[in-house]
């Protein structure tokens, strides 16, 4: 239960966030035992068959899950999952150890980050302990822009998934700093000029 009434434009998008993480962090298609927002979703059938149960109204933004499925495995306790990851971030986080340009040290805050939906220029200035001005005129001297730093990085890390994981397109775009599956498959388009689902077949 939030203990803070979210705006009501955010209720859902926090929702989804939550329920994604479970499914993401267990491989396992959980349904949440009760969800209620302050004010019904625009199209509740939708976000049931989303949910795998229907979205109620009620005084406060809630969403529970059974103690069964909190008590499954998280993907980062697995160490299959976990050393497919390591080498990528292990090398991202020694890009900021050792001078790197502002470049890299932005792809390395990127890498280790976006799972946590940590995708904004502002937060990666935090981490760099920079200000946001400061780091776009970094980038700029290198030539680069922080939204094509960040596609590419996306892009990069989704192939890896598709080609080396039998992550679920749910799971990837969560990894990715996606809030919802279908804002992942229609950037992945953009960048590739195919699906996901199609570059995997074609990868494997």
């Known amino acids: 239960l939030l203990e803070h009434p979210l705006p009501a434009g955010l209720e859902l998008a926090e929702l989804v ?6 499914r993401m962090a267990t491989r396992r298609p959980v349904s949440p035992m009760k969800l209620t927002m302050r004010a019904q979703p625009r199209q509740p059938a939708a976000y049931a068959d989303y949910f795998g149960t229907t979205v109620d109204q ?5 969403i529970r899950f059974a103690a ?7 993907l980062t306790a697995d160490q299959g999952i976990w050393s497919f990851l390591e ?3 292990n090398r991202r986080l020694a890009d900021l150890q050792r001078g790197a340009s502002t470049t890299e040290r932005v792809r390395a805050v990127l890498v280790s980050t976006l799972a946590g939906g940590e995708v904004g ?3 990666v200035a935090s981490k760099l302990a920079v200000s946001r001005r400061t780091l776009q005129r970094q980038l700029e001297e290198e030539s ?8 590419t990085v996306r892009m990069e890390m989704a192939n890896q998934y598709l080609q080396r994981s039998k992550l679920s ?3 990837i775009s969560f990894l990715l700093g ?10 992945y388009r953009g960048w590739t000029g195919m699906t996901p689902g199609q570059y995997r077949a074609r990868a494997n």
């Open 17 to 22: 966030f939550f329920c994604q993480l479970m």
């Open 58 to 62: 009620g005084r406060d933004t809630e």
């Open 68 to 74: 069964a499925d909190a008590a499954h495995p998280f």
């Open 87 to 89: 080498g990528s971030l």
């Open 121 to 123: 220029i502002d937060a």
């Open 144 to 151: 680069q822009s922080f939204q094509t730093l960040l596609a």
């Open 169 to 171: 397109l749910g799971e």
């Open 178 to 187: 996606f809030v919802e599956q279908n804002s992942f498959i229609r950037a």
